[in-house]
């Protein structure tokens, strides 16, 4: 995936229910995949992501996480730590491929946000920060930036 490709469909089963990617066109979206729920670093980005869901709101902008836990996994991550937006299980890796970031051995997705605008075109890609829950607040900062 590069700037400026548009960022590619999927329909997949998340905590809310299925939902499809082409569905959130009009509004800006953070697509952030992780490796796996429970762990301590993709435990802190979800905090963070939650925490800061309100102002991404009204942003016009949705968040979407994706790993390749199952349905039943995500949705009791989700529980635990009050997300307030969908998770996506990618049990078959799909999604994971399609956006290019699966770990080397194939078994998880690594971590990595796609910035994606209102028209669907991807805008920014964060990866190789330093601490995962830098990832809400990177975001939150870039889509700052599409709203001026």
Known sequence: MNLGDEAPDFEAESTIGKIKLS???????????????????????????????????????????????????????????????????????????LYGVLNEKGTSAQRVTFIINEQGKIVNILKNLKKAEEHADKSLEIIKGLST
Request: charged share 30%; proline share 3%.
């Open 23 to 97: 569905n959130y066109r009009g509004k800006k979206v953070v697509l952030y995949f992780y490796p796996k729920s429970f762990t301590s670093g993709c435990t802190r980005e979800l905090q963070r992501f939650t925490e800061l869901y309100e102002e991404f709101k009204k942003l016009n902008t949705e968040i979407i996480g994706v790993s390749v836990d199952s349905i039943s996994t995500q949705k009791k991550f989700a529980e635990k730590y009050g997300a307030k937006f969908p998770l996506v299980a990618d049990k078959e890796k799909q999604i994971s491929q």
